[in-house]
Structures are given as structure tokens and as C-alpha cells.
């Protein structure tokens, strides 16, 4: 036999494998080296593939995929710099924990380390930021190999999502020719070799530990459950179950999934940075514990009041190990799946309706800030009241993802609990601003009727993913909070050193965006009014293809619209608590 039969069988066993473990979708960057892989992949009608240019676009694009559905997605590509394009999304994959099957191709053994072209050493090339690394054998059709080849492709798919999701490298040495043939017989027909079973169940506490920590809950009145951003659908219903029996509020980051759904609401707390901005009610609102479930909430102004009362217990609950808890305080561990936890809990807890004292008070200071922001005016559009009006006009259904630096911190801010079905998705595993749109563009081609916030550094930074949308006519809306450069330095203390602040933070683009959409044949529009944004946003969400609705702002004004505002709240909250 041949070796372009080898191969083939090879490979088929491998893509075939990574189907039948629920692999949907694959995308491929071009490349010569990776020639056996994408040509296969593209025979496979299982698997759908999506074929992006640029593999730094290609990696994010993936990972805005995986995010929607939760399920890993593969990524192909060449060797030498196409995979190192690849290494930032990886990065924000780990932290984020989202599963993603990395598939290089390298040149053989007998070419590496001796100058040969388009070679680098591949062999763990992304370090300590994947689950697993494997270095596959080159290709044969020998029936162990075959098995072999199954099973490393049952093991990646199970690596990539077990426990706590993440990426997967195989780096695949091929030897020329690289075509493969697909005139052989029965190609996609059954192979003897069998994939692997793999059963997994959720992780449970033990009775002495439920009833040890159920009954510290019923001793401690005043505590404070927090939902940090996470993924996991059923924790919405069980975690407002455990806090309305508890009497005690829910502090929500907007990327928990608990400020929207048809789940009970009347613990949930949205406003909590604006109420942490007052030091005063900081001070006041001491708890006797937190729960923490999902990773650490947006808000600094929260790390600023776990910080302040360091003696405070805190239960951080993780469904496995990697725990991330990074103020190193008076911490205990839970490893148990989040919402199996509080169903266990609320048989043992004790209801007692005497502590209903410490919610009220969390709910009057929320309905006072959320009152107070929802009727927030500006003179002209800000970055604030475009981002309300935005989040207000998401439909049920709807999915937002929010870009990093100010827009996910003005969601935090307005984006208030609603009955609507609305999935928030953000890259908040390293929270960096390269990747933004692919991601969001990820999710719309996972069939999510996607509305992006986004600013236009982060914009800028992947423009190019736009012929993405324009390929696959990815029908999205994005919004394009413009203060010409990096907003978000004007609220830290660097734009106090006015010497160089334009120069290193403030960064202006001066760019008109119209023409970079017009290039990608999108619909773009520029917004002066609020009535204009609100009309803008009900058509886009008509068309089948890209939105582009640029808001312009000053970064000036914006700081200080924002900073009236909270101080002006902070200080109605503390009058409040004054009287109560």
C-alpha cells in the first residue's frame, strides 16, 4: 500500500473519530503542510467547516463558536507562524475555559532542526496554556495504528472538555505528497477500530460536609452569595432558590447569566459596583460570608470591599481544581458543581424569615442606583446611555457580547435584571482587546442574532475579521462606541501625567470607519440621537448581513458624565442608610 493511501486512512480515522465524539465544526486556515487535514476535513459532511484567512482571526473566531455551543471546535492550520497566530486565543481559551481541539501541521522528523523552510519546533509549542499536548506518529493504515489514531482523537475531545474546558494541541508531522486520495473505496465507511466510552457525573459534596456548611450558613444571617461569570445554565434557578430561603441578595456580574432569564429575581442585586464606588456603605454593608460561584466578578470596586473586610469568610466554589481566588484572604475551597451544591443545600438550611432585615436593606439601595441609572440623561449620546439603550433593545433570544476596557464596564453598570432570554458573552479569561469581533462574529455563525459592543481600539485591532462576516453573510449588529483612542486610561491615574498621556494612552486613531465597512460590503451608520440609535439598532436587527453603528463620544465628557453620576448616587445611598 501506498503512502498517500496510509495517509488517508490516517487521517479519515482521526476526523471521523473527532465526529462520532461530537465534533461540529472545524476552522481552517490555508496552508500547503496542512493539506491532509483540510482537504479531509472539508470531505467530512459531519463537520462544518469555516475557512478564515488570517489564523490569529481564525483561533478567536473558533473560540466565539465554542463559547456559543459549549462544545469544542477544531482549528487547522500550517506550520512555522500560522500556529504561533494561534497562541493568543489559546491563551484566552485556558483562562477562560473554553474547549478548542488545536490541529498543526509540521514538516517530519527528519527536517526539523536542520534549516529546513517554514519550520519551528512545534513540539509543545503553546506550554503550559493547553490540557494536553500530543505529538502524533507519522501516518500508517496498519490496523493498530488506526486504533491508535481513534483513540487519540476520542482522548483530545474528552481532554478539551472534561473537568475544567480548555484547548488541546496535536501537532500532526506529514511527509510530501500531501494530497490525499479520495478515489479510495469505502473511505467514510465503518472501521473495525471502536472509540472508547467515556461517563463523567457531577461532583457532590459529602453528607458531613453539607451539614457542616449548611448549618454555618443558618448561624450566619448577613451573608452575601456572589455569581462571578460563568457558563452553566442551571445555576441560575438553584442559586435564587438557595438565597430566597437564605434571606441574603445575590451580587450578579453580567457575565454570570443571572440578570436575564425567566428565573425569580427578587434577590439579585445588578447595581453593586455603583453601590461599592461609596466607601461609607463599603464599610456598612460587612457581611458574615460570601459564596462565590464563578470567577471573580468585573467590578474592582467589589475587590476593593472583599480587600476591606479580608476577615470575612469566603467560600469559593469551583466544579474542579484551578481555583481562582486572587486576593489570597480567608478563603475555603468547594469543589462540587455549583447548582448540584445549592439543590443539596436548601433541604438543610434553616429559613429563618427574622433575617430578612439585611436583604431589605441591599434591596432598597439597589432599587435607588437602578432608578437612578435608568433614568441617567447626557446632553448628547455617551458611551453610558448608548450602552442602556442598546442593552434595553436586545430581544429575547438575543445574545450581547461585550468588548473589553469600557464596554463591559459600562454593562456592568446598565445592564439591569430583565425577564428576557439574553446570553452575555465577553473574552474575560486574560481580558485583552485583540480578537473581539471574531469571537462575537463566532458566536453569530453558531446561530446567535448577535449585537456587539464594541470601542475602537479593540475594533480597529481586528478588522480584519470583518470579511468573515462578509463571507458568510453572518447577520450581526455592531456598535461602535467611538472616543478616539483608549477611553478607559482617562478614568485610571495615568491621564493625571497630561505630558505624555495622548502620546502612550490616549492613543488617537483619528480613522473613519465607513470605509473599512463599505470594503466588507456591511451597512454602516453614524448616530447623533437617541432616537436615531434606537431606529438604527430595529433595522439592523432586519438585515442578513453586517451593522455597523458608530456612536462618537468625547473621552472628556465621558469621564466626567460618569463620575457626576456616581458620585451623585453614591451619595443618595448614603443619605438613605443614614435614615435606616
Known amino acids: 500500500m501506498n503512502y498517500t493511501e496510509q495517509l488517508t486512512r490516517y487521517i479519515v480515522n482521526f476526523i471521523d473519530e473527532l465526529?462520532?465524539?461530537?465534533?461540529?465544526?472545524?476552522?481552517?486556515?490555508?496552508?500547503?503542510?496542512?493539506?491532509?487535514?483540510?482537504?479531509?476535513?472539508?470531505?467530512?459532511?459531519?463537520?462544518?467547516?469555516?475557512?478564515?484567512?488570517?489564523?490569529?482571526?481564525?483561533?478567536?473566531?473558533?473560540?466565539?463558536?465554542?463559547?456559543?455551543?459549549?462544545r469544542p471546535v477544531a482549528l487547522v492550520c500550517t506550520s512555522g507562524t500560522a500556529a504561533a497566530n494561534y497562541f493568543p486565543a489559546v491563551i484566552e481559551a485556558y483562562y477562560n475555559r473554553v474547549p478548542l481541539v488545536v490541529l498543526t501541521a509540521d514538516r517530519p522528523h527528519e527536517l526539523r532542526n536542520v534549516g529546513a523552510n517554514q519550520t519551528i519546533d512545534q513540539i509543545g509549542m503553546y506550554g503550559d496554556f493547553v490540557k494536553l499536548f500530543l505529538e502524533m506518529a507519522p501516518p500508517s493504515?496498519?490496523?493498530?495504528?488506526?486504533?491508535?489514531?481513534?483513540?487519540?482523537?476520542?482522548?483530545?475531545?474528552?481532554?478539551?472538555?472534561?473537568?475544567?474546558?480548555?484547548?488541546?494541541?496535536?501537532?500532526?508531522?506529514?511527509?510530501?505528497?500531501?494530497?490525499?486520495?479520495?478515489?479510495?473505496?469505502?473511505?467514510?465507511?465503518?472501521?473495525?477500530?471502536?472509540?472508547?466510552?467515556?461517563?463523567?457525573?457531577?461532583k457532590r459534596l459529602g453528607e458531613a460536609d453539607l451539614h457542616s456548611l449548611s448549618k454555618f450558613l443558618s448561624n450566619h444571617p448577613n451573608g452575601l452569595i456572589v455569581c462571578g461569570p460563568q457558563v452553566d445554565d442551571d445555576l441560575a434557578e438553584s442559586v435564587t432558590a438557595l438565597s430566597e430561603m437564605l434571606n441574603i441578595p445575590v451580587l450578579a456580574d453580567p457575565l454570570s447569566q443571572l440578570r436575564a432569564g425567566k428565573h425569580g429575581k427578587?434577590?439579585?442585586?445588578?447595581?453593586?459596583?455603583?453601590?461599592?464606588?461609596?466607601?461609607?456603605?463599603?464599610?456598612?454593608?460587612?457581611?458574615?460570608?460570601?459564596?462565590?460561584?464563578?470567577?471573580?466578578?468585573?467590578?474592582?470596586?467589589?475587590?476593593f470591599y472583599v480587600n476591606e473586610h479580608a476577615d470575612v469568610p469566603q467560600f469559593v466554589v469551583e466544579?474542579?481544581?484551578?481555583?481562582?481566588?486572587?486576593?489570597?484572604?480567608?478563603?475555603?475551597?468547594?469543589?462540587?458543581?455549583?447548582?448540584?451544591?445549592?439543590?443539596?443545600?436548601?433541604?438543610?438550611?434553616?429559613?429563618?424569615?427574622?433575617?430578612?432585615?439585611?436583604?431589605?436593606?441591599?434591596?432598597?439601595?439597589?432599587?435607588?442606583?437602578?432608578?437612578?441609572l435608568n433614568e441617567a440623561k447626557s446632553p448628547t449620546l455617551t458611551e453610558g446611555t448608548a450602552v442602556r439603550e442598546v442593552v434595553r433593545q436586545l430581544r429575547s433570544g438575543d445574545c450581547v457580547f461585550v468588548a473589553n476596557s469600557m464596554p463591559i464596564r459600562d454593562v456592568d453598570t446598565f445592564f439591569m435584571p430583565t425577564e428576557k432570554q439574553i446570553s452575555v458573552y465577553a473574552n474575560r479569561g486574560v481580558s485583552g482587546i485583540d480578537g473581539t469581533l471574531s469571537s462575537a462574529l463566532g458566536v453569530a455563525a453558531a446561530g446567535k442574532r448577535v449585537t456587539l459592543i464594541i470601542g475602537d481600539l479593540s475594533f480597529y485591532h481586528d478588522l480584519n475579521s470583518l470579511f468573515i462576516a462578509m463571507r458568510y453573510r453572518l447577520p450581526i449588529t455592531i456598535v461602535l462606541l467611538n472616543n478616539n483612542g483608549g477611553g478607559i486610561f482617562s478614568f485610571l491615574p495615568q491621564a493625571k501625567e497630561e505630558k505624555h498621556f495622548e502620546h502612550l494612552f490616549g492613543t488617537p486613531l483619528d480613522i473613519d470607519f465607513r470605509h473599512a465597512v463599505d470594503m466588507y460590503r456591511g451597512t454602516y451608520e453614524l448616530v447623533k440621537t437617541k432616537e436615531r440609535l434606537l431606529d438604527a439598532l430595529a433595522e439592523s436587527y432586519e438585515r442578513e448581513t453586517f451593522t455597523v453603528i458608530e456612536v462618537r463620544t468625547d473621552r472628556n465628557e465621558n469621564v466626567a458624565w460618569h463620575r457626576e453620576l456616581w458620585n451623585e448616587i453614591a451619595k443618595r445611598l448614603e443619605e438613605h442608610a443614614k435614615l435606616h
Open 19 to 70: 465526529a462520532l465524539s461530537g465534533l461540529e465544526d472545524v476552522v481552517i486556515s490555508p496552508g500547503s503542510r496542512s493539506t491532509p487535514l483540510a482537504v479531509l476535513f472539508a470531505e467530512n459532511e459531519k463537520i462544518k467547516d469555516w475557512i478564515v484567512i488570517d489564523e490569529r482571526s481564525a483561533a478567536y473566531f473558533a473560540l466565539g463558536i465554542a463559547q456559543a455551543k459549549k
Open 319 to 372: 466544579n474542579h481544581d484551578m481555583v481562582r481566588e486572587p486576593t489570597n484572604h480567608k478563603s475555603h475551597y468547594i469543589i462540587a458543581d455549583g447548582a448540584q451544591l445549592c439543590k443539596d443545600l436548601l433541604p438543610l438550611v434553616d429559613a429563618d424569615q427574622g433575617h430578612a432585615d439585611w436583604l431589605n436593606v441591599w434591596i432598597e439601595l439597589e432599587t435607588i442606583a437602578k432608578n437612578r
Open 141 to 202: 493504515d496498519e490496523a493498530e495504528m488506526l486504533k491508535y489514531v481513534r483513540n487519540r482523537a476520542f482522548r483530545v475531545m474528552q481532554a478539551a472538555s472534561e473537568a475544567n474546558p480548555g484547548p488541546v494541541h496535536v501537532n500532526f508531522p506529514f511527509r510530501e505528497p500531501l494530497m490525499p486520495d479520495l478515489s479510495l473505496a469505502k473511505l467514510w465507511s465503518k472501521n473495525e477500530s471502536r472509540r472508547a466510552e467515556f461517563f463523567s457525573g457531577k
Open 266 to 303: 427578587r434577590t439579585i442585586i445588578a447595581t453593586y459596583d455603583t453601590i461599592f464606588r461609596s466607601e461609607v456603605l463599603r464599610n456598612r454593608l460587612k457581611p458574615d460570608f460570601i459564596i462565590r460561584f464563578g470567577a471573580m466578578p468585573i467590578s474592582k470596586h467589589y475587590m
